[in-house]
């Protein structure tokens, strides 16, 4: 059994749709416009409020509204997607994000039904009746672009890849669909910490501003009054983190974060292409370097030569001054 | 009881390779190989794990033909004496699913308490076995965890992992699939008398046909089209001073 449509996995933070997952959605409604098939928003627990704000921007939403799904198990969550295709019938793809939950789920839900799946896509446009995606390998230092031929297609989708979904002129439907949920697997939450960043995550932040080895110890203050007055988030580069200085979920970078804000600001990053593979992506970079050579000049959009401790109070500055 | 753990290990080129799309559009490799990061990551995590369970049995799995050969001597090297091969070259173009196919074939008869792999190999940078393995056995999976602690008479493994922004400490019955990020565990050199020894070592390999997967069965998801150069950006514009700064982001709409 098929049906024509895409759907698109709407993560949920606080009762809103992230701005990744406005974006998948928009991916999900660009991609059926040119073939003439539907786009859907799959919501998995939540509320009816949420599921009405999402019918604001895609013209229809499968709503598994079960309790169980409310908490996060990717053995369950994955288990309701395939109940949802064996009662509604397989769609064409489903596009979800490339964050913590859905790489956990996307890849395993594949595997339950022999479907094709690629990860982290930064392009996806149709190949005959086939849709072909375009991600990195290697570390970055090329892209490949592959057809998917099953169906669905599986695919995780970089933020970034697509604009924010506009509203709709008038809302979708919101359509209650009850499939059979699988127990649990069995993983039990025993401690739910959020991290330094106060549980916001840094995947979804608009404005990132991120130190390296040139701002450790005391100078990373610079930087966190920066992103201050910038309403935006910290980061860090692999140097600070494993000079224990920051956490983990603040690296981005290969062995860390891949992050795509409108703005990213690298304060005393060399922009060593392992680094450079998290962010490059982003709408707008700066770079802040006192090394006129640095590497991180090449990835970046605007430069200023100089040393952190003086451009980054001064550059906080002048934005409060504009406010 | 004695803990039974699988670790599944890949060969890729070095992060310092240099790989480059040739005139034909294929890829030129520089010949330089190595176990994937992360997966040297998860060697030593059940290295680690085996310190604390002195009777931990440890298996070594890689899909493909003699770069597998070659990850699995490192991983003897790193101080596993059980490692086996399955398949052969024809499993090189082999999807995740094809490889996982394989890997969760032989698993049937292992019956690990605890499977680990990497994150993410540093070749696709897919993610895929990892969690593929878990759902064919419908099996728990905790992703890119950064500590571990196994509890073996409580038939229990306590995990750490970003989610979301959190951190989450979860636990989970065996057995479990469980992939690791940095910070997981610290992989050692390993000494030259070691390495030597396992250069001479003879690898056990499974074939397909006695796993009863067929290659063939490996591939035809997924058709690659074409390799591409990374976006690259235009030329930095360098700014003098920060008001100069701030105009032109505002100019760009981003503050
Ligand atoms: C497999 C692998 C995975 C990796 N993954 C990651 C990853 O995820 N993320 C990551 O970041 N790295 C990663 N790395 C490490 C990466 O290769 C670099 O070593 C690291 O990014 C360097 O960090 P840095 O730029 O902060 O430090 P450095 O390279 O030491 O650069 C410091 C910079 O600060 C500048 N500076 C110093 N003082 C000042 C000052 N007062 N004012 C202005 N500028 C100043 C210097 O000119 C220099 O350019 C990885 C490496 C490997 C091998
Ligand atoms: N051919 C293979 N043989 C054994 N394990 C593999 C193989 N390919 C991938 N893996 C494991 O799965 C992880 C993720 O790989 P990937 O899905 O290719 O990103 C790797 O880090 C390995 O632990």
Sequence with gaps: MACNEIWAVARIRDGQITGAGLQLIEAARELAREKGLDARAVLLGCDRATA???????NGVLWLNDERLNEYDAAVHAGALFGLM?????PVAIFAGTNDTDSEVVPRLAAMCGAAFASSCVKIRWEGDDLAIRRPVFGGKVYEELALLSRPAMVTVRPGAFDGAQKLAAPGSVEEISVEIPASSGVTVVERASSAQGGQDLSDARRVVAGGRGVSGESYQKVEALADALDGSIAASRALVDAGERPHE????????????????????????HHVLGMNTSKVVVAVNSDPDAPIFAAADLGMVGDVMEILPALAEALRARK | MSLKIAVLIKQVPDHEAIVQIGADGTLDIEDRYVCSFFDEIAIEAALDIRKAHADAEILALSVGGKRSVESLRRAMAMGLDQVEQLGDDSMDGADGLGVASLIAARLKTFNPDLVLAGKQAGDDDMGAVGPMVSGLMGIPLVNAATAIDVDADGGKVRMTHSMNGETWTVESGFP???TAQKGLAEPHVPVVMRVMKAMRAKIINTSTEDLGVSAADS????????????PTRPQVQMVGDVNELVAVLAQRGVI
């Design chain 1, 52 to 58: 009405d704000e999402l019918a604001g921007v895609v």
């Design chain 1, 250 to 273: 603040q690296q981005v970078g290969k062995s860390g974060k891949t992050i795509s804000p409108d703005l990213y600001i690298a304060c005393g990053i060399s922009g060593a292409i």
């Design chain 2, 176 to 178: 479990v699939v469980v």
């Design chain 1, 86 to 90: 064996e009662a509604r019938g397989k």
């Design chain 2, 219 to 230: 591939t035809g998801r997924l058709k690659r089209l074409g390799y591409y150069s990374p």
